[in-house]
């Protein structure tokens, strides 16, 4: 059974920085494109950049929108994947899902449960 | 950016309807993908690739379109269908997510 579990959230003040984890399981990670999801409270998603499988080298893509801020990362000896966030501000609160992408296609056939960051002072 | 706008925002159906939500991109796409999220929960992959059902979704939903214009169909609307869905593309960076159709009961 494929399972994304995500961790490493909760509240932080403007200007500062934050690490997100997702601990995967029941696949074979190295395999899969990784992708982090955001989601604001009622808002739709917004997808922040994914890390490549081995095939591709692990490079990483980002939405212009975090690019510079927010780095991607996996350590395929622990199945675990990445955010690192940085200069953090208010619009950055959200709740935060790691997501695998399809082996082939460019959809998310997994998603995490999501943690929620809050960028607050 | 590949703009995808959703409508209707929000609609109600009542049990046995027919019900369409559409969605429409500022440019072509190949494909399209829909997700389903009910409240509290994560969205969940319901039609890729424009018209196949994920694992687990029932026949009673189908997807179609082409190049601007999309639509996910329930056939006979049932309670658990409520839920916001979200249509989904990938044609260019980055990825880009509609503001999704919250489908209220009747």
């Known amino acids: 059974e494929v399972k994304l579990l995500e961790s490493g959230g909760g509240l932080v003040q403007p200007g500062g920085s934050m690490r997100l984890s997702c601990a995967a399981s029941?696949?074979?990670?190295?395999?899969?494109?990784m992708n982090w999801i955001r989601q604001p409270a009622g808002k739709a998603p917004e997808w922040l950049g994914f890390i490549r499988n081995k095939a591709n080298g692990y490079t990483t893509e980002y939405n212009p929108s975090v690019k510079g801020r927010f780095t991607i990362s996996r350590d395929n000896t622990q199945n675990m994947l990445y955010l690192q966030m940085n200069t953090l501000r208010a619009e950055d609160t959200a709740t935060y899902y790691c997501?695998?992408?399809?082996?082939?296609?460019?959809?998310?056939?997994?998603w995490g449960q999501g943690v929620m960051v809050t960028v607050s002072s | 950016e590949i703009v995808l706008t959703q409508s209707p925002t929000t609609m109600a159906a009542s049990p046995g309807e027919k019900v369409t939500l559409t969605c429409r991109a500022s440019?072509?796409?190949?494909?399209m993908h829909w997700y389903q999220q009910k409240s509290g929960a994560s969205p969940k992959l319901w039609i890729y690739d424009t018209s196949n059902r994920a694992s687990g979704v029932p026949n009673r939903f189908s997807g179609s379109g082409s190049g601007t214009s999309y639509s996910l169909t329930i056939s006979s609307m049932e309670t658990e269908d409520a839920a916001t869905y979200y249509c989904?593309?990938?044609?260019?960076?980055?990825?880009?997510f509609g503001g999704g159709t919250k489908l209220e009961l009747k």
């Open positions: 440019s072509s796409v190949s494909y």
């Open positions: 029941g696949f074979t990670f190295t395999d899969f494109y």
């Open positions: 989904q593309q990938w044609s260019s960076n980055p990825w880009t």
């Open positions: 997501a695998r992408r399809s082996f082939s296609r460019h959809y998310f056939d997994y």
